[in-house]
């Protein structure tokens, strides 16, 4: 039950794309479909962006994507908005009901 | 409009209990699976423990197996959060998340501080 490794930071001008990445091992992110990205501001509730590796809920702008490859995920943010500036969080199924999240990455709007 | 809201974190002693709550509302409560998930000060999220739409299946991460216990009462829509044994570790923000199928926390609660020291 290790943490899926994240940058720490990411950071990119107005306008710009910033990619995230979280890497595990085949007995989570590379074994399953199950990976999914959430949005943390400070002091509110996280906030699902991704689900399923690719999908996005309802409401969550196209300028969010999400993708894998073994056993890496990664999270795109095109078009940065000021409002996109937050930690962002992976996390993946790891069998037997069991869920491990990324270490986390903070990202920066310049 | 789902709605979480967890309460009962406070300032405990180490080696002390404390029992978290959350209510729900805006969906049918017996029908999901529900979690707590934590993010202690500074650090990362991490996955706490899950339980079944009916309460039969519970599941926790290592570090709180024998000392935590999650449980669900669907006539009251709550999911609560029984801590025992606790641990300076365990100081942490504490959030109730409904969980879909696909393995993902669809909505979150505000969280409820949770401090233990002496």
Request: hydrophobic share 30%; net charge positive.
């Amino acid at each position: 039950q290790s943490a899926l490794t994240q940058p720490p930071s990411a950071s990119g001008s107005p306008g710009q794309s910033v990619t995230i990445s979280c890497t595990g091992t085949s007995s989570d992110v590379g074994g399953y479909k199950y990976v999914s990205w959430y949005q943390h501001h400070p002091g509110k509730a996280p906030k699902l962006m991704i689900y399923e590796v690719t999908k996005r809920p309802s409401g969550v702008p196209d300028r969010f994507s999400g993708s894998k490859s073994g056993n890496t995920a990664s999270l795109t943010v095109s078009g940065l908005q000021t409002e996109d500036e937050a930690a962002y969080y992976c996390s993946s199924y790891a069998g037997s009901n069991i869920y491990v999240f990324g270490t986390g990455t903070k990202v920066t709007v310049l | 409009e789902v709605q979480l809201m967890e309460s009962g974190g406070d300032l405990v002693n180490p080696g002390g209990s404390l029992r978290l709550s959350c209510e729900a509302s805006g969906f049918i409560f017996r029908n999901f699976w529900m979690s707590w998930v934590r993010q202690a000060p500074g650090k990362g999220l991490e996955w706490v423990t899950n339980i079944k739409e009916d309460g039969s299946e519970k599941y926790y991460v290592d570090s709180v197996k024998g000392r935590f216990t999650i449980s669900k009462d669907n006539a009251k829509n709550s999911l609560y959060l029984q801590m025992n044994s606790l641990r300076a570790e365990d100081t942490a923000v504490y959030y109730c998340a409904r969980v879909r199928k696909g393995g993902y926390f669809e909505n979150w609660g505000r969280g409820t501080p949770v401090t233990v020291s002496s």
